[in-house]
Each structure stands twice: as structure tokens, then as C-alpha cells.
């Protein structure tokens, strides 16, 4: 028999996905994925980090091309 554990973090997933689907519900598709970004980039932890991503993917693109 399986322990009940103590953090799920499948079900905390859904949740926030359940969270996201009714936030922007009623938006077309693109729009909502340009909301969401914005808000991302906003934050004060994840804005930097996917800036720095983004540099970083630019700056491989003209190694290889």
C-alpha cells in the first residue's frame, strides 16, 4: 500500500494549470500566450532568467549561422 504523500507535485501541476485555464479563458490562444509572458517577464526572478535564456539562444544562433 502506497503512502499518502506529504507534496504531490503532479497534482499541485494541474492545479495551477486549472488556475491559468480560467484566468484566461474566453482569450484567443495567442493572446493569452502573450499575457502570460508578459507577466513571466515582469517577475522579478523568472524576467531575468529568461532574458539571460534568451541572450544565451541568440548568441548560439550566430555561432552556428
Given at each position: 500500500m502506497?503512502?499518502k504523500?506529504?507534496?504531490?507535485c503532479?497534482?499541485?501541476?494541474w492545479?495551477i494549470?486549472?488556475?491559468l485555464?480560467?484566468?484566461y479563458a474566453?482569450?484567443?490562444e495567442?493572446?493569452?500566450?502573450?499575457?502570460?509572458?508578459?507577466k513571466v517577464?515582469?517577475?522579478?526572478?523568472?524576467?531575468?532568467?529568461?532574458r539571460?535564456?534568451n541572450q544565451?539562444?541568440?548568441a548560439?544562433?550566430k555561432q552556428?549561422?
Open positions: 502506497k503512502k504523500k506529504a507534496f504531490d503532479v497534482e499541485m501541476k492545479k494549470q486549472e488556475k485555464r480560467k484566468q474566453g482569450m484567443p495567442e493572446e493569452a500566450r502573450r499575457a502570460q509572458m508578459e517577464m515582469k517577475d522579478p526572478i523568472l524576467g531575468p532568467f529568461l539571460s535564456l544565451r539562444s541568440a548560439e544562433g552556428r549561422g
